[in-house]
């Protein structure tokens, strides 16, 4: 995931090129074009909502000052 990033710079896309592969992603974007495929838009956003849900409850774990 980390070259993946690196990469594309973006969250949203390093994880859709985590799921559907690099190429795919790559010829989506070059055509201009968003998420073609509906089980990789389905897959970003539940990454990103259990994100969510872990930053809510590991808050004060996460942002602890030391």
């Given amino acids: 995931l980390r070259h993946l990033l690196d990469k594309y710079r973006d969250e949203k896309t390093a994880l859709a090129a ?12 070059s055509q201009g074009k968003g998420i073609a495929f509906a089980e990789t838009r389905h897959y970003v956003a539940r990454v990103e909502h259990l994100k969510t849900l872990y930053r809510r409850g590991y808050r004060d774990q996460l942002y602890m000052s030391g």
């Fill in 18 to 29: 985590y799921n559907a592969g690099q190429q795919n992603v790559d010829d989506w974007r």
